[in-house]
T-cell receptor
Framework: IAGITQAPTSQILAAGRRMTLRCTQDMRHNAMYWYRQDLGLGLRLIHYSNTAGTTGKGEVPDGYSVSRANTDDFPLTLASAVPSQTSVYFC?????????????FGSGTRLTVV | LAKTTQPISMDSYEGQEVNITCSHNNIATNDYITWYQQFPSQGPRFIIQGYKTKVTNEVASLFIPADRKSSTLSLPRVSLSDTAVYYCLVGDEGSGTYKYIFGTGTRLKVLA
């Protein structure tokens, strides 16, 4: 089934550790995104990529970095995790799917920084 | 980027029609209006999209007035499983450069 695959599904991470959240899509969408969603709140854009080889900053980019070496993969790295980065992280892509243009989201990665 | 405003929360009873209105006063000519639904612990999923007038699919209807400064998502005969957060988004999705700002959405609670 075409879509977004995120890994891991959940993780408990010690503060100060480095962590990479993985995101892969099989829809050949050009644009990809990373959002974080804190408990009971809306989604906030961290970083985005309009096409392979380019990235941009969203609303809350500090403490995060991304890369887009190819169309399918868009990893998110926390260089030195802090407790305030405890959140659910969603990867998404946008493009034509099923006859309409819009977002497709992954199932999320639940990250707890202790 | 077009900013959207929608109610923070709504309650309804099973079997009722629910209408959620979104304001987007600075919508641009090329912008489409898209609604997403998010259940707890899941990513948002597409519900419906439109540019003007009325759009209907198997899940919902979307009403857009002529000035396009607002839109209304209509959910017919809601059930408990429609309890979710609904997001209204506006943007030129085909431009390839658009990045969505989701906001807080409308939290719909359907009561038995």
């Amino acid at each position: 089934i075409a879509g977004i695959t995120q890994a891991p599904t959940s993780q408990i991470l010690a503060a100060g550790r480095r962590m990479t959240l993985r995101c892969t899509q099989d829809m050949r969408h050009n644009a990809m995104y990373w959002y974080r969603q804190d408990l009971g709140l809306g989604l906030r854009l961290i970083h985005y990529s309009n096409t392979a080889g380019t990235t941009g900053k969203g609303e809350v980019p500090d403490g995060y970095s991304v890369s887009r070496a190819n169309t399918d993969d868009f990893p998110l790295t926390l260089a030195s995790a802090v407790p305030s980065q405890t959140s659910v992280y969603f990867c998404a892509s946008s493009g034509w799917t099923g006859g309409r243009y819009g977002y497709t989201f992954g199932s999320g990665t639940r990250l707890t920084v202790v | 980027l077009a900013k959207t405003t929608q109610p923070i929360s709504m309650d309804s009873y099973e079997g009722q029609e629910v209408n959620i209105t979104c304001s987007h006063n600075n919508i641009a000519t090329n912008d489409y209006i898209t609604w997403y639904q998010q259940f707890p612990s899941q990513g948002p999923r597409f519900i419906i999209q439109g540019y003007k007038t009325k759009v209907t699919n198997e899940v919902a209807s979307l009403f857009i007035p002529a000035d396009r400064k607002s839109s209304t998502l209509s959910l017919p005969r809601v059930s408990l499983s429609d309890t979710a957060v609904y997001y209204c988004l506006v943007g030129d999705e085909g431009s390839g450069t658009y990045k969505y700002i989701f906001g807080t959405g409308t939290r719909l609670k359907v009561l038995a």
